[in-house]
């Protein structure tokens, strides 16, 4: 059996990987913040949950429990570009402290656990207008993609010099049953309070590459194949840009809606108009995307419709 950790196992994407790897027959442990009793984080599929932060004690609690772990999968940190502009300080301590904590102390207790490393698309920041390749620029346009981009770097520096196994891979606009904030979930909101109107921020015309949670999780189990102390880093998208306006009608056509849909016009601090992934070393894994967006809309308007 696999032994597998998930750090920042409470958050969307972490419930989700947890449940997947254990469906596969993996030993699944968590760690995150939150007590969660056994009845609790059984749902997600972990066996053993750790509440705190990534310290040496909760690290080595996993490790009493468990034994050496195969793989860690590093969930944990920040994930919100607005609350790193509000706050960045506690940004830049759970997206780079964690990660510079997690890296040492595999380097000193499990050096031959392969890690998967969530980062975000928001490191190759503003100014693109096609699709992004994984070694193209970087122009971080927010403490958010800066951070992510430092936990990036941390990551190179520990596998070249220390031999860690690593693997990055860059979401891009995660989506799914289960999230709770960004764009989708305040549309469906906004409906749901005056379904004949829609007002945004922005113009509409800003472009994003949208992942189902279910293909995100894929792209991350695939990607542990390739970890390597020349880190594997991989865009975690579709290829496929979509604007917001286009967005926004599609999810009323999932909610049954023709809502009027109007834009401010003011684009919101910290996010760059278009990021779009290029996907050719993603196809290189096999992956193929299995939830169109049209579907993916129709299942996150029913469960939030479910919730009420």
Not at 25 to 37: C, D, E, M, R, S
Not at 186 to 208: A, V, W, Y
Request: charged share 20%; aromatic share 10%; net charge neutral.
């Amino acid at each position: 059996m696999t032994i597998v950790w998930v750090t920042g196992a409470r958050g969307f994407i972490g419930k989700n990987l947890s449940n997947y790897l254990a469906q596969q027959g993996n030993q699944v442990l968590g760690l995150g913040h939150g007590a969660l009793p056994p009845e609790i984080y059984s749902k997600f599929g972990i066996s053993y949950w750790v509440n705190g932060e990534i310290e040496d004690s909760n690290l080595r609690q996993l490790l009493e429990k468990s034994g050496k772990p195969d793989v860690i999968y590093h969930l944990a940190g920040g994930s919100s570009v607005g609350l790193s502009i509000q706050a960045p300080a506690e940004d830049f301590r759970r997206s780079v402290s964690t990660t510079a904590a997690l890296l040492e102390w595999i380097r000193g207790n499990v050096l031959e656990t392969k890690l998967v490393v969530s980062s975000s698309a928001a490191i190759y920041g503003n100014n693109h207008t096609g699709k992004i390749l994984e070694d193209g620029c970087f122009t971080p346009y927010s403490p958010y993609g800066f951070h992510k981009r430092a936990a990036e770097l941390l990551c190179e520096s520990y596998a070249h010099n220390f031999g860690l196994k690593i693997a990055i891979v860059r979401l891009f606009s995660i989506y799914g049953s289960g999230l709770c904030k960004q764009l989708l979930w305040d549309l469906c909101h906004r409906l749901q309070q005056s379904p004949s109107i829609l007002e945004l921020h922005g113009t509409g015309n800003e472009i994003r590459d949208w992942l189902f949670v279910e293909d995100a999780v894929r792209v991350l189990i695939a990607a542990a194949d390739k970890a390597s102390c020349t880190p594997f880093i991989v865009n975690g998208g579709t290829g496929i840009g979509t604007c917001v306006r286009d967005v926004a009608t599609t999810l009323c056509q999932a909610w049954r809606e023709s809502a009027q849909i109007k834009f401010s016009g003011k684009q919101r601090s910290g996010d760059p108009f278009s990021l779009v992934a290029d996907i050719q070393r993603l196809q290189t894994l096999g992956f193929v995307q299995q939830h169109k967006l049209a579907e993916g809309m129709e299942e996150y308007v029913r469960w939030f419709k479910y919730l009420q």
